[in-house]
């Protein structure tokens, strides 16, 4: 029985395998993880805008990949890099996912959304001096395109995928220099004030009463993010509340004011500027 289902296996596409095993590896989830060829362009309208209209359609039907929905929740990621082996990785189309480090006992986190790319953490020519195990989580339903080696030959005509896949690299590289220049500020509530700050940049809606970041963001996954023990988030997130700075309403926290004006209140005239800097 064993051997029929290898068999099976290998008639099927890498990816769909990919998903199986992904399905295999998570009993309780089996049947959730699915995957089917789509058109990037119709997806992602960045990626689009990168090409008249005339060149739009020319390119639309060479710029497809294999496209995986994961329910919210843990997931594994390896068997989906797996199947990008030789290619670009793999690009959220949708959703939010935490990646997680573990290094001596404490995680820290980013999050990763639309327009993301994502490669193999690890490479086999890759140098590790002490042990660090990764983790990843969607937050909501995510869909993952895989850019395996055949979609990137297939870009090879197209310099315009590959130039804003590029680019993007070089923004979640950015947006990672901010959050770690964020969790250097000794004081938590700080730490915790520029992350949602950073967080709604890209993440929030105004709404006439403050900036909406509906989120799930629980008090644990703020502390990965901006490297603090639970309970000080708590007391950080009590001490913003308290100064009206920022509410929690239904499934959002909503942020009142502006950054500038969280930073004055919780540092006062002397310090901004030295935060500001650091953003």
Same mark, same amino acid.
């Given at each position: ?22 399905? *295999?590896?998570?009993?309780?989830? %089996?049947? $959730? &993880?699915?995957? /089917? ?6 997806? @992602?309208? =960045? !990626? ?5 209209? *005339?060149?739009?359609?020319?390119? %639309?039907? $060479? &710029?497809?990949? /294999? ?6 929740? @843990?997931? =594994? !990621? ?14 959220? &189309? ?186």
């Amino acid at each position: 029985m064993g051997g029929d289902e290898t068999q099976r296996d290998v008639d099927v596409d890498p990816v769909r395998l990919s998903a199986r095993r992904m399905e *295999r590896r998570q009993p309780e989830r %089996r049947g $959730a &993880v699915s995957s /089917r060829y789509q058109y990037l362009l119709d997806l @992602d309208e =960045d !990626l689009a805008s990168r090409f008249d209209m *005339r060149m739009r359609v020319a390119a %639309r039907s $060479a &710029v497809t990949a /294999r496209v995986c929905s994961v329910p919210a929740g @843990d997931f =594994d !990621l390896e068997p989906l890099f797996a199947a990008a082996a030789g290619g670009l990785g793999l690009l959220i &189309v949708s959703g939010v996912v935490e990646l997680g480090t573990e290094v001596g006992g404490r995680t820290a986190s980013e999050l990763v959304g639309e327009g993301d790319v994502l490669c193999p953490w690890q490479r086999g020519g890759d140098v590790v001096f002490f042990s660090r195990t990764r983790a990843s989580s969607a937050l909501v339903p995510v869909r993952i395109a895989i850019l395996d080696e055949a979609f990137a030959r297939r870009m090879r005509p197209w310099s315009q995928i590959t130039s804003a896949l590029v680019q993007r690299g070089v923004r979640r590289a950015m947006a990672l220099g901010v959050q770690r220049a964020a969790t250097c500020h000794p004081r938590a509530d700080v730490r915790v004030a520029l992350l949602l700050w950073q967080l709604a940049e890209r993440w929030g809606r105004v709404q006439p009463d403050g900036i909406h970041l509906a989120l799930p963001l629980t008090h644990r996954l703020i502390g990965r993010l901006v490297g603090a023990e639970r309970p000080s988030v708590s007391h950080a997130l009590s001490r913003l509340g308290q100064a009206d700075l920022v509410a929690r309403e239904d499934d959002a926290l909503v942020l009142h004011g502006s950054a500038d004006h969280h930073l004055a209140c919780l540092l006062g005239p002397g310090q901004r500027g030295r935060v500001a800097r650091l953003q």
